[in-house]
């Protein structure tokens, strides 16, 4: 699988999703600002890949310091944090990551900051390899809902560019693939910012899934003329009860599919789950620009002065979700219970 993200020669380097798929190019982030900048425009997304840049951001802010005082250092990385916090509101793993990160200055008040620093790495590194394993699992729990011969349906990027491994939805076509099944995948181009397009259409095709490219108000259609088996989708953050906020779009893709009787399932890691929310409303949804919506690759589309709305995620209701496939297997209903069950012991 292609290398999305690593820490490499003191650096975060990532490719630039930007420039997928005309141009493979990395980009070595040498500083927080370099790596926040990267996280605001895009370069790396997918929120298990922002678990993963949080926290080398974290150690690109140790660099930023000098000196042995534990206090001073200690208020030096809760301030990187914070301006990482501020890059992206709705993926919660970039919140995981930077409270994980916060947590060992405080499990280690007494460590010098040569040792304090070492620790940092250690979990930095800990939650890439982390992401790694539960990637396979996730994969390998939802191959099982793949058949041999099945038509399926995803929207955005929940791939290999989107985590430390294969991805989370894309990862179940992976490990399906890997068990020799034979299926078909459609993906909707995901406007604005075309991450279907760009970036699960190049990937799938790097690695012989059969996709076709569909444009996102297609999808109605496409249920209708062809079977399609499930749909699978990635999330940035779902609450206690099961409603999950992904990619803008899926909320649709979630009501059509009630319609046309197709399950419809998320693959998200543990990490992905906020237990201190009730529900869907309470999660943070990140606007963005509207030039984004007022042009299409790069081309002016729309007047230049028109109003826009731009929210990137939306939040489908967890009435609509078959099922969760996480790391420690298949959530199904009622999500609130089963949920709790699965993660708090
Ligand atoms: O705006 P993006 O590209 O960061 O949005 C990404 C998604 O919505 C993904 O589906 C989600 O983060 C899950 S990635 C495994």
Redesign the pocket.
Known sequence: MIETILWKNNCARLIDQTKLPGKLEYIDCKDVETLCGAIKR?SV????A?GIAAGFGVLLGIKEFSGKDRRLFNAHIEQVCATIGASRPT?VNLFYALERMLRVLEQFPHDTVPQICARLKNEAMAMFNEDQQVCRKMGNYGAKLIRNGGTYMTV???GAL??ADY???LGVFYAAKEAKKDFKVFSLETRP?L?GARLTVWELMQNNIDVTLICDNMAAAVMKKYKIDAIF????RIASNGDSA??IGTYMLAVLAKYHKIPFYIV?PESTFDLSIKNGTEIPIEERSADEVRSFAGCQSAPAKVKVYNP??DVTDQKLITGIVTEKGIIRKPFKENIRKTFIK
């Open positions: 895009l997304r997918g929120a298990p922002l993926a955005c990027n929940a989107a985590t991805g989370t939805a910012l991450q989708t990635g999330a940035d992904n990619k998200a990137a995620f």
